[in-house]
């Protein structure tokens, strides 16, 4: 399949575009990136940060905060780094307001212990409330920039762990509601009040789930560098999603050496390391999947700036350049020197290793 994210780009109904990885593989970079491409074909585009370490700020070197705000040198291109378990504080914060009794508020607050002692519900709350500020907000197209695989695999679990929740819950509503009934008439309607809430939080969550299991509305980004580790856990999320039914045919491999004329031999032996795994991730993903392979850049990826200059590797596959500074690849180097001085390759390669000037050999073997 073709090597880039482009399929993304063309595909215009999609609505939820989740990118996820192991910790450290560049999953802010590619979001970012990836909302960087979509801000140039679509009206409006918004990248929500749900990692409690959040960097999307870093990334774009600006500060966002839990309300949407307009990135620096963009006029459709929004960030938000959202905190789940505060929005749900907040929530309930502001239902406790709302009711000035102090009897009916002391049975919310009951209600809210009650919730969050169950396991599973305060994450499913706080998913729902993800879900509820942003299928509220009025963007065309919203980029998720994941935590670590094993909160990702969580979050979208919430679905079923909200049922497991509720259904403990409901074990529990016929003893609630007979105390309630022992106290004044106005802590029944508080009680009413908060059962409807949960309802309403089950009724968004399963709305939302059902569109995340569509694949003409969502996919997901698999983020992974060319090591063992990433690779076995970007194996793992991909079964896991197809578990969960939500699509994904999108693998980014990112921090991919290429054997320039200036490479040292440490870097040379990391390289040959990568490729080993990069043919496994080619073998596992090359038929269907979008595998993009992504250089490993000279410098940080800070700003709208380098941003772009990485975005373009997602929708153009990355070729190394033949020349370096003027000076030829050294794979071609070393056989023509062969070939006009009379010489064998293993001279050639001995003396520039004994001079500090190692250079791959071609095939990675001797010659």
Known sequence: MDPTLNNILDQKGLKWVFVGGKGGVGKTTTSCSLGVLLAGCRRSVLIISTDPAHN????????????????????????????????VQENLQEDLSADANGGAAGLQAMFKELGTSIPGIDEALSFAEIMKSVDSLDYEIVVF??????????????????????????NFKDKIMGLASQFAPMMQGAQEQMLAKLEETRSTVERVNTQF??????????????????????ERLIQELTKYGIDTHNVVVNSVLFAEPDACR????????????????QDLYGEDFHVVISP?????????????????????????PSRVEGV????????????????????????????????????????
Not at 62 to 78: A, E
Not at 329 to 342: D, G, L, M, N, Y
């Open 56 to 87: 999307l700020s870093d990334a774009f070197g600006q500060k966002f905060t839990s309300k949407p705000t307009l990135v620096n040198g963009f006029d459709n291109l929004f960030c938000l780094e959202i905190e789940p378990s505060q929005a």
């Open 145 to 170: 920039d994941t935590a670590p695989t094993g909160h990702t695999l969580r979050l979208l679990s919430f679905p079923r762990a909200l049922e497991a929740a509720f259904a403990k819950f409901n």
């Open 213 to 234: 299991q569509n694949p003409e509305l969502t996919t997901f980004v698999c983020v992974c560098i060319p090591e063992f580790l990433s690779l076995y856990e970007t």
């Open 266 to 281: 440490k870097l040379i032996a990391r390289k040959r390391m990568q490729d080993k795994y990069i043919d496994q991730i």
């Open 296 to 320: 490993m850049m000279d410098e940080e990826v800070r700003g709208p700036a380098l941003l772009k200059a990485f975005a373009k590797n997602l929708i153009n596959p990355y070729k190394p």
């Open 328 to 367: 030829p690849s050294s794979t071609a180097v070393v056989p023509k020197i062969c070939e006009k001085f009379k010489l064998s390759p293993d001279e050639v390669y001995a003396f520039l290793e004994k001079e500090g000037l190692p250079v791959p050999r071609s095939g990675g073997s001797k010659a």
